[in-house]
C-alpha cells in the first residue's frame, strides 16, 4: 500500500469523528501515529485540495466541502444554510427583493435556499442554472483555482459570446475572473432585462457558497444601487463571522 495515500485517508477518517468538534495537528499526529512535519505536509494537501478546512491556529481542522461531496452528505450544506437562513430573510425584508444562497454543484450554479420577496414582480430562479450566466455562478467561478478553472472550462467550454460577453478567449476569461476576485463582487444584467449582485461567503480561507440578490432592472435605479450592494455586503458579512465560528 502506498502509505501516504493510507496516512491521509486515516487522517480524514478520524476527523470525521470528530464531527464538528475541530482537531489539532498535535492531536492528529498522535492519533495516526505520525511525527508533527509528515502530518502537517499531509494536512495542508488536505486543506488545499478542500478535504479539510483550517479553523484556526489554536483550534485546528474540521472537515472540508470535497470530503462531504464525495459521499453527497447533506450536512455541510446544511450548515451552510442554518448560517445564512434567518440572514437572507432579514436582507430580503430591508430590500424587499429576492435574495439567494448558491454553490457549485456538477458544473452548475445550484441553490440551497431563496428568500422570496413580496413584490409582484418578482425574479424566479431555477434550482440549477448555467454557471456562467449568473452573478453566483461568475463569482463561485473567480475562486476556483487555476487548475479547478482549466478543468471547467475542458469541461463546458469558455462563456458564449451572448452570456458573458467579450471573454471569448482564455486570457480574457481569467481577467474578467481576476476582476471579480479584486473587487469581491459581482453585477450582471441580463438579456431578460434582470439584475444579479453577488458576494462570496468564506470559510477557512475558501470560498464555499454565494449571497447574491437578483431583481428586475427598472427596479435597479441610481438611487437604490448603492443601498442594495451595502445591505447584500453587510450580509455576507454577518454570515462570514458565523461560518467562521
Request: glycine letters at 4%; charged letters at 25%; aromatic letters at 6%.
Amino acid at each position: 500500500m502506498i502509505q501516504v495515500v493510507v496516512r491521509a485517508l486515516e487522517i480524514l477518517e478520524y476527523v470525521a469523528k470528530k464531527e464538528n468538534d475541530p482537531t489539532t495537528l498535535t492531536e492528529l499526529a498522535a492519533a495516526v501515529g505520525l511525527n508533527q512535519p509528515t502530518c502537517a505536509n499531509i494536512v495542508k494537501t488536505l486543506v488545499d485540495k478542500k478535504y479539510l478546512d483550517h479553523v484556526g491556529r489554536r483550534k485546528g481542522y474540521r472537515l472540508g466541502a470535497m470530503a462531504y461531496q464525495l459521499t453527497d452528505n447533506v450536512a455541510y450544506n446544511e450548515h451552510l444554510v442554518l448560517a445564512a437562513k434567518d440572514i437572507m430573510e432579514e436582507l430580503t425584508d430591508r430590500l424587499n427583493e429576492t435574495s439567494l444562497l448558491g454553490i457549485l454543484r456538477n458544473n452548475k450554479r445550484f441553490l440551497l435556499h431563496i428568500a422570496n420577496s413580496d413584490q409582484d414582480l418578482q425574479v424566479r430562479s431555477r434550482t440549477e442554472s448555467d454557471i456562467y450566466s449568473t452573478a453566483t455562478g461568475r463569482i463561485l467561478v473567480a475562486f476556483l483555482s487555476l487548475k479547478e478553472i482549466d478543468a471547467l472550462v475542458e469541461a463546458i467550454g469558455l462563456p458564449a459570446a451572448p452570456v458573458w460577453p467579450n471573454v471569448e478567449t482564455r486570457e480574457q476569461f481569467l481577467a474578467a475572473l481576476d476582476a471579480i476576485r479584486r473587487e469581491e463582487m459581482v453585477i450582471t444584467r441580463s438579456l431578460k432585462h434582470i439584475v444579479g449582485i453577488a458576494v462570496p461567503l468564506w470559510k477557512g480561507g475558501q470560498v464555499v457558497a454565494s449571497l447574491s440578490v437578483f431583481l428586475p432592472e427598472s427596479r435597479y435605479t441610481s438611487n437604490r444601487t448603492p443601498v442594495i450592494i451595502n445591505a447584500v455586503r453587510e450580509a455576507a458579512g454577518q454570515i462570514n463571522k458565523r461560518l467562521a465560528g
